[in-house]
T-cell receptor, first 112, second 114 residues
Framework: GENVEQHPSTLSVQEGDSAVIKCTYS??????FPWYKQELGKRPQLIID?????GEKKDQRIAVTLNKTAKHFSLHITETQPEDSAVYFC???????????FGKGTRLHILP | DTGVSQDPRHKITKRGQNVTFRCDPI?????LYWYRQTLGQGPEFLTY????????KSRLLSDRFSAERPKGSFSTLEIQRTEQGDSAMYLC????????????FGPGTRLTVT
């Protein structure tokens, strides 16, 4: 089955700097890659997603890139703000109706 | 609030007791998913339904676990003879079959087995 690896597990960046979180997946049939943000005690919320027919997608300060050949995908957050502090999960899904396989998460700390 | 709702939000039970959780998906969402999340980990898939049909069950879902969605609307997840290892956050998510890919998560039920 699909396996998603995520790095780093913890990331601290100065406010205003950029943060990058990297993930790899094992099943080349995966075609949907969502990113979720989870604040302490709250539900996971989708922040951006990308499908396998697209190499890059951007939404304001957030961008995702996908390298299908290498089975890598990454989340980039620019101009980080205190409210970006949370746990971020990458994930992969083989079919649109299928279960989502999550990485173990990255705890992002934005330092003042 | 028209989002996914779950009840109860917290449950403390003694080992060996049975517990049941409820999930109400967003109306018109015919896909419903259950995940389990332990501390410091990402959500792990347990099972999912299309309408009332249970289409897939994870190996994580032992015989002590059962899920139902009898009328294709709300779903229940029952754990029999709870064990301390069952302590986790149980998350429900839903999505439309047609349309976008996004799964919308509920707030979760936090289970503590003592």
């Amino acid at each position: 089955g699909e396996n998603v690896e995520q790095h780093p597990s913890t990331l601290s960046v100065q406010e205003g700097d950029s943060a990058v979180i990297k993930c790899t997946y094992s099943d080349s049939a995966s075609n949907y890659f969502p990113w979720y943000k989870q604040e302490l005690g709250k539900r996971p919320q989708l922040i951006i997603d990308i499908r396998s027919n697209v190499g890059e997608k951007k939404d304001q300060r957030i961008a995702v890139t996908l390298n299908k050949t290498a089975k890598h995908f990454s989340l980039h957050i620019t101009e980080t703000q205190p409210e970006d502090s949370a746990v971020y999960f990458c994930a992969a899904s083989i079919r649109r109706d299928d279960k989502i396989i999550f990485g173990k998460g990255t705890r992002l700390h934005i330092l003042p | 609030d028209t989002g996914v709702s779950q009840d109860p939000r917290h449950k403390i039970t003694k080992r060996g007791q049975n517990v049941t959780f409820r999930c109400d998906p967003i109306s018109e969402h015919n896909r419903l998913y259950w995940y389990r999340q332990t501390l410091g980990q990402g959500p792990e898939f347990l099972t999912y339904f299309q309408n009332e049909a249970q289409l897939e069950k994870s190996r994580l879902l032992s015989d002590r676990f059962s899920a139902e969605r009898p009328k294709g609307s709300f779903s229940t997840l029952e754990i029999q003879r709870t064990e301390q290892g069952d302590s986790a956050m149980y998350l429900c998510a839903s999505r439309r079959q047609a349309g976008g890919y996004e799964q919308y998560f509920g707030p979760g039920t936090r289970l503590t087995v003592t």
